[in-house]
């Protein structure tokens, strides 16, 4: 028995659901922190929990680099070597691989790339991708596949999808099914949406235990972005997970919840934490803003977080300005609470069979809405 | 009724005595987490709490500088801007205006010097000193004195010893007497036992809530800095609280809690903790070394805090060598909880009258102790 997935509610596309794995249960639509070197940075794994996240990512990219899978799996696996017991999904690397590392050359084969920590040389096949999440020990395991560049040709766009489909085979054999684990496949096709259907086709046919779909959020805009989800999502199997990867701003997730999906990752409220960028209602603002500097507000007055229940924005700012380290764990934190509330909302939201009416109080502009202090 | 001491119990020249402030009790001998700019570094503040600390140290020279003093009694003061309800001591500004601040000019006055922040230029005076300190809400404030450099002949011990009894005159006239508030006097006279005994006399005529010993582990080594403290804390009165400013390693902490002192603080838990050296029983061991790579043990097998009961040596290696935020943060987490293990094991041993065999158990050698794996 696989991981399994329960559909609970749905209102209009939206879905409500419950995914049971080996780790534990995890309620749909979910937001999965991003851990990518086997920590979420500045979160302690507990503080991660608290904010409601029942599931993390990991990237296999950088944990077979460093500290290498093999190493990984000595120490106990992901879980306990990072000290998160509940799920965590891995990608497969594909991604990471041709974003970060170096003299990558891809063939029908797999990738062979040069690491961007030391330069030594690596593999990645669909097999080995299979035996490096097996090591760390992934609830859910990501298929190899080949994020298409954008903007591509449509013929480009197919030669790519169609390895990717490829390599999703020899993953589904390599893979090794045991209870309570799972195997994703991704929808490639880029912006085309008879590549995206012949992707869907290919993978149901497969068969995995979810569907992700990939190469979005690279540079096509959320209008092309709603489109393909528009003619993909509603040709997956219904029973299955459905996991938008690498997105986004609150919006994004909203429009996308709306279009049929369950699960999303994105390092947008942690990596904007680290910087001083906070997600409130409404929209963002910066903290290292001069305007902050003598006002005693909390960063969002409905939020329940440790930064805003314990500090006013005057002393977030001065933690930024002062380059201490509190300040990008606070930040984080409420991010990582604000995505959490969003997630919590939508649920509430589609159970109650009240979805729009949640999903417009999130969809606030996508620009930064700077108040003022 | 400023700030009250109550003398428990001693074990020889070892104490063990109850502080109670305005902010709350601190139990004696007690050690002081540095929380330089408004925070100590890489901790949530009620993580600091978790460790046992009941008092934090604050320092006057970076608040006044940054956010400055106004600021923080604009935003509440530094308890509610910090978010550290419990006791605080802040120093007063001047060793570190010596050790850090550009173009110094001290005279009978005070001292000018320009802020390494931005250059910008700044006063500081006994009054000066006792305003900031009041903004700034300390529980504990101390009067400004001139650290003397080390070594220094007796004629520059004097002359500057009795510069900073002339400053101790000028504070106590300035500082504003508030229920459960205390003004500590520091003694200095570097090296010279009589110089010592004249200023704890100065200090004791001016009357304090409680006696600083300054001037030490600026370089003189343990074995002169213990000759100063037996040629001086015998000199103090009993009934107030003795504060050795700035030590030190575990076997410093004992020794001075052998001849008598209550108070410390040190930044080497949270600065050690931050570069990877972890304090633990029989020595120290630098988490970095490659030795620890595939360790699964925890750092220290007798610590209950949370690097040590959630994670390998192995894991912790991982997290410095990826540069990841949560290794400076387990680490400084755990080296307070070791300094907090020690004062609470010294509390407990002077209870017991088994001072000595406690302080045998601490006083390692203070040398790299690096065990195998």
Known sequence: MSTSFELRETDGAARRGKLSTAHGMINTPAFMPVGTAGTVKGMHPDSVALT??????????????????????????????????????????????????????????????????????????????????????????????????????????????????????????????????????????????????????????????????????????????????EATVPHLPKDRPRYLMGVGRPDDIVGAVRRGIDMFDCVMPTRSGRTGQAFIRGGTLNIRNAVHAASDRPLDETCRCPACRGYSRGYLHHLFKANEMLGPMLLTWHNLQHYQDLMAELRQGIEAGRFEEVARRWEAPATEAEDPG
Chains 1, 2 share one sequence.
């Open 52 to 229: 409601g996240a029942q599931i993390i990512l990991g990237n296999t990219y950088h944990l077979m680099l460093r500290p290498g899978a093999e190493r990984v799996a000595e120490l106990g696996g992901l879980h306990r070597f990072m000290n998160w017991p509940g799920p965590i999904l891995t990608d497969s690397g594909g991604f990471q691989v041709m974003s970060l590392a170096g003299l990558r050359t891809i063939n029908e084969e797999g990738v062979v790339f040069k690491s961007h920590i030391d330069g030594s040389k690596h593999q990645l096949t669909p097999e080995r991708a299979m035996d490096i999440q097996r090591l760390l020990d992934a609830t859910i395991t990501m298929v190899l596949d080949e994020c298409t560049p954008f903007p591509a040709t449509e013929q480009e766009a197919e030669d790519s999808m169609m390895r990717s489909m490829r390599w999703a085979e020899r993953c589904k054999q390599a893979f090794v099914q045991r209870p309570g684990y799972g195997l994703f496949g991704i929808v490639q096709g880029s912006v085309y949406p008879k590549l995206r259907q012949r992707s869907v086709t290919s993978l149901a046919t497969i068969g995995f235990d979810g569907y992700a779909v990939g190469g979005l959020a690279v540079g096509e805009g959320q209008p092309a972005m709603f489109e393909v989800l």
